[in-house]
């Protein structure tokens, strides 16, 4: 016959295990309900917020395409007033006869000897050889005023600075012709040949360009750039020296009776009116290319 105390233990210890069963099984459902709470507020989150995302990189790419026609219109602008400037360049300063000297038509015959002589003393080798080097005397330097060699041979000078600047331009490829002739014409003709160059280097890239190999002169300009930009800066500072002392044995007079002689050739002489054009879209051009320049430089750094 059973105890007492064994028979509460056999009637009580059922009930406890199905109490202890309950409430795990309450733990396990109430963990459940806890995690798909937590699951529905991270989804409504994420749904309340990605037509935010969506919104975000659509105002991106908005904005993108804005900068892009923005630029666009920009260039076309730049090209219609640089071809403009070449007409007006172009028909002021060689067809019409308003200004100061003569047009190309009707151009007069001190102003071709003027021409000649001026290209004869380029960079002042013909001067500096007969005054400095004894007993060379093949051909003899023309007698120029002072003034006007130094003004053609300073805008020559720094037209040759624009060599290293034209062949490593990251815009060359735009045009199609060659850079060597076009730097060669720019030698004796300036910006007639420059201003449809920084118009044409405005156009839409090609989408399957490649890249040109330079030529043998422009490896030269390029390898050689510091070189090219001294010697291009000495000649300047020369032209400007010896333009207010230059020739002192040949009586061209002070620096104010030179300075008198600049006014009055500015005015007279069409040639020497045209290179105060040059000088000024010089001005212009080249911290352009160099801007442009050293922008390449910067992108080709990049990793």
Same mark, same amino acid.
């Given at each position: 016959?059973?105890?007492?105390?064994?028979?509460?233990?056999?009637?009580?210890?059922?009930?406890?295990?199905?109490? %202890?069963?309950?409430?795990?099984?309450?733990?396990?459902?109430?963990? +459940?309900?806890?995690? @798909?709470?937590?699951?529905?507020?991270?989804?409504?989150?994420?749904? /309340?917020?990605?037509?935010?995302? !969506?919104?975000?990189?659509? /105002?991106?790419?908005?904005?993108?395409?804005?900068?892009?026609?923005?630029?666009? /219109?920009?260039?076309?602008?730049?090209?219609?007033?640089?071809?403009?400037?070449?007409?007006?360049?172009?028909?002021?300063?060689? %067809? %019409?006869?308003?200004?100061?000297?003569?047009?190309?038509?009707?151009?007069? @015959?001190?102003?071709?000897?003027?021409?000649?002589?001026?290209?004869?003393?380029?960079?002042?080798?013909?001067?500096?050889?007969?005054?400095?080097?004894?007993?060379?005397?093949?051909?003899?330097?023309?007698?120029?005023?002072?003034?006007?060699?130094?003004?053609?041979?300073?805008?020559?000078?720094?037209?040759?600075?624009?060599?290293?600047?034209?062949?490593?331009? !990251?815009?060359?490829?735009?045009?199609?012709?060659?850079?060597?002739?076009?730097?060669?014409?720019?030698?004796?003709?300036?910006?007639?040949?420059?201003?449809?160059?920084?118009?044409? +280097?405005?156009?839409?890239?090609?989408?399957?360009?490649?890249?040109?190999?330079?030529?043998?002169?422009?490896?030269?300009?390029?390898?050689?750039?510091?070189?090219?930009?001294?010697?291009?800066?000495?000649?300047?500072?020369?032209?400007?020296?010896?333009?207010?002392?230059?020739?002192?044995?040949?009586?061209?007079?002070?620096?104010?009776? /030179?300075?008198?002689?600049?006014?009055?050739?500015?005015? @007279?002489?069409?040639?020497?009116?045209?290179?105060?054009?040059?000088?000024?879209?010089?001005?212009?051009?080249?911290?352009?290319?160099?801007?442009?320049?050293?922008?390449?430089?910067?992108?080709?750094?990049?990793?």
């Amino acid at each position: 016959m059973a105890s007492p105390v064994l028979l509460c233990n056999n009637l009580y210890t059922p009930l406890w295990v199905s109490s %202890l069963s309950q409430s795990q099984h309450q733990m396990q459902l109430l963990q +459940r309900r806890r995690l @798909s709470d937590k699951f529905h507020a991270q989804y409504k989150a994420s749904f /309340r917020f990605s037509p935010l995302v !969506c919104l975000a990189a659509r /105002r991106e790419e908005k904005e993108v395409v804005v900068v892009v026609e923005s630029d666009g /219109r920009k260039r076309r602008l730049l090209q219609i007033l640089l071809w403009a400037a070449e007409g007006i360049y172009i028909f002021w300063l060689f %067809l %019409l006869p308003y200004a100061p000297g003569d047009p190309v038509w009707a151009i007069s @015959s001190d102003t071709i000897n003027s021409l000649i002589g001026l290209s004869l003393n380029f960079f002042f080798i013909l001067p500096l050889i007969n005054s400095v080097v004894v007993g060379i005397h093949l051909i003899n330097s023309p007698m120029l005023h002072p003034m006007s060699e130094g003004l053609f041979n300073f805008v020559i000078g720094w037209t040759f600075m624009f060599a290293p600047l034209l062949f490593t331009d !990251c815009k060359r490829d735009r045009y199609k012709g060659s850079l060597d002739v076009l730097w060669g014409f720019q030698m004796f003709l300036t910006n007639t040949f420059l201003i449809p160059y920084m118009a044409i +280097r405005l156009n839409d890239e090609e989408a399957e360009s490649i890249p040109k190999k330079p030529s043998q002169l422009g490896s030269v300009m390029i390898n050689g750039a510091p070189v090219v930009g001294v010697f291009g800066g000495a000649v300047c500072l020369i032209s400007a020296l010896w333009a207010f002392f230059g020739r002192q044995d040949s009586n061209f007079g002070s620096i104010a009776d /030179r300075c008198e002689f600049l006014v009055s050739y500015l005015g @007279s002489e069409r040639l020497a009116y045209a290179f105060i054009w040059d000088i000024c879209l010089y001005i212009i051009f080249q911290p352009w290319l160099i801007g442009d320049n050293l922008q390449n430089v910067q992108k080709s750094k990049e990793p």
